[in-house]
């Protein structure tokens, strides 16, 4: 069993910037990778960001790439989400999941339905 607790969201203007955090207990972290999915109202959970449990391989939805970078530290059980020049459209609630596996193809998975575990979500607000 993991738990994971995001913090981090908030309301920021556009352009601007927010780092996400989720804190993972439980079993061994760096055995599960980790991925930030964002769901706005009415729509669908949306992937945005996953890395494996060991390295640096990340991978990244389209629409973020090169404004948003996923990072995890195993030492201290967390991942976080450097989000920069942030737009109106990206204000959702954004949710940390894990899953456990070791296979070097899973970050290139997006479907939220991989995941095992997930944490209570962070809202960001971004004002136009």
């Known amino acids: 069993q993991v738990q994971l607790v995001e913090s981090g969201g908030g309301l920021v203007q556009a352009g601007g910037s927010l780092r996400l955090s989720c804190a993972a207990s439980?079993?061994?972290?760096?055995?599960?990778?980790m991925a930030w999915f964002r769901q706005a109202p009415g729509k669908e959970r949306e992937f945005v960001a996953a890395?494996?449990?060991?390295?640096?391989?990340?991978y990244y939805a389209d629409s973020v790439k090169d404004r948003f970078t996923i990072s995890r530290d195993n030492t201290k059980n967390t991942v976080y989400l450097q989000m920069n020049s942030l737009k109106p459209e990206e204000t959702a609630v954004y949710l940390c999941?894990?899953?456990?596996?070791?296979?070097?193809?899973?970050?290139?998975?997006?479907?939220?339905?991989?995941?095992?575990?997930w944490g209570q979500g962070t809202q960001v607000t971004v004002s136009s």
């Open positions: 999941a894990a899953r456990a596996t070791s296979s070097s193809g899973a970050i290139y998975a997006t479907s939220w339905t991989l995941y095992n575990y």
């Open positions: 439980g079993r061994t972290f760096s055995n599960y990778v």
């Open positions: 890395i494996r449990g060991i390295g640096s391989r990340t």
